[in-house]
């Protein structure tokens, strides 16, 4: 298996930045773990948030204890709540992989 291919596969499908590491690109790999990193941290605050409330809510009593309920409550709040914020983190996650995928493949075709 080449290295560029080798790279690519390793930023696709372990975690962006895990391509530049092989290749000995370690500021790179950082720099695009450590954004991927913080997109996710700030993705699952906000949604442990969401939960939160809507758990806190049903051991109040306010809402009843029903599968179909909740999950059109959890709807609800994901189409009522401010998600720039999720939505930004989404895209600037989903851009970072792709530039990882990407940068180590291109790295790769060089140092072959």
């Given at each position: 298996?080449?290295?560029?291919?080798?790279?690519?596969?390793?930023?696709?499908?372990?975690?962006p930045g895990c391509?530049?590491?092989?290749?000995?690109?370690?500021?790179?790999?950082?720099?695009?773990?450590?954004?991927?990193?913080?997109?996710?941290?700030?993705?699952?605050?906000?949604?442990?948030?969401?939960?939160?409330?809507?758990?806190?809510?049903?051991?109040?009593?306010?809402?009843?204890l029903d599968m179909?309920?909740?999950?059109?409550?959890?709807?609800?709040?994901?189409?009522?709540?401010?998600?720039?914020?999720?939505?930004?983190?989404?895209?600037?996650?989903?851009?970072?992989?792709?530039?990882?995928?990407?940068?180590?493949?291109?790295?790769?075709?060089?140092?072959?």
């Open positions: 298996m080449s290295k560029s291919l080798k790279a690519a596969l390793l930023s696709a499908l372990v975690f391509g530049h590491f092989s290749l000995k690109k370690p500021v790179q790999g950082s720099l695009l773990a450590f954004i991927s990193i913080i997109c996710i941290y700030v993705l699952f605050s906000s949604m442990m948030e969401i939960a939160q409330d809507i758990s806190l809510q049903v051991q109040s009593g306010q809402i009843p179909a309920n909740l999950n059109e409550l959890v709807l609800k709040e994901f189409n009522t709540n401010d998600t720039a914020e999720m939505t930004t983190s989404s895209y600037i996650l989903g851009i970072s992989w792709l530039v990882g995928i990407i940068d180590s493949f291109r790295i790769g075709r060089i140092q072959e």
